[in-house]
């Protein structure tokens, strides 16, 4: 088992819709979480860090649940722009900082 | 500010040849990482650095070696290449952790290496 899993996709939505992510990790330890976005052939940049309280930074909105160990990512009002692999990444800290990637998943926000 | 700075963008080897990726970042960033990154796959850690002058193994370290030059340039050798090395590498560095363990933007990471190896 993954220890991040996360549907590939792809997502294909219309302009102007909502689309929700999920993504579920096994390791317990984990206490960082963040939802990174990648464009086709560029390197991974931080989209938003999640935190235990759900947070919001203008159409995104994460939340984490703990107990079942899962995070979510919801895009309102989905641009064209948009259109990207979202990575769901864990981090736990151990002398260094030990992120863990899922494989992403695909949004593709079309006309 | 340029961030982390990864050279070369592309790289075509044959099976055998050696090669150095070569990695520096102007954040004055304690922890540097190389990874790989794969179709289908998350990005896996091959070495990492926590500090100037260490070095350790992340998940897939075999047919790789790394170098912490200094606090800026962190580089990663293939001393005899395989065609399974074929892919995306990136660079990528971190400061340090808080207390809370919160971060704003833990990973930098470079533009990426596209590696091809025949």
């Known amino acids: 088992r993954k220890e991040v899993e996360q549907d590939p996709g792809p997502f294909n939505v219309p302009e102007g819709a909502t689309v929700a992510f999920n993504c579920t990790y096994s390791n317990s330890a984990s206490q960082s979480f963040f939802w990174y976005r990648q464009d086709c052939r560029k390197e991974p940049k931080l989209l938003m860090s999640?935190?235990?309280s759900g947070n919001e930074d203008g159409r995104f909105t994460a939340q984490l649940n703990r107990a079942s160990q899962y995070i979510s990512l919801l895009i309102r009002d989905s641009k064209l722009s948009d259109s990207a692999t979202y990575l769901c990444v864990t981090m736990f800290s151990g002398g260094y900082n030990k992120l863990i990637f899922g494989a992403g998943t695909r949004l593709a926000v079309h006309p | 500010n340029a961030g982390v700075t990864q050279t070369p963008k592309f790289q075509v080897l044959k099976t055998g040849q050696s090669m150095t990726l070569q990695c520096a970042q102007d954040?004055?960033?304690?922890?540097m990482y190389w990874y790989r990154q794969d179709p289908g796959m998350g990005l896996r850690l091959i070495y990492y650095s926590a500090s100037e002058g260490t070095t350790d193994k992340g998940e897939v370290p075999n047919g790789y070696n790394v170098s912490r030059l200094n606090k800026r340039e962190f580089s990663l050798r293939l001393e005899s290449a395989a065609p399974s090395q074929t892919s995306v590498y990136f660079c990528?560095?971190?400061?340090?952790?808080?207390?809370?363990?919160?971060?704003?933007?833990?990973?930098?990471f470079g533009n990426g290496t596209r590696l091809t190896v025949t």
């Open positions: 999640v935190y235990s």
């Open positions: 954040m004055n960033h304690n922890s």
């Open positions: 990528a560095s971190s400061g340090n952790v808080t207390g809370t363990g919160r971060y704003n933007s833990p990973l930098h």
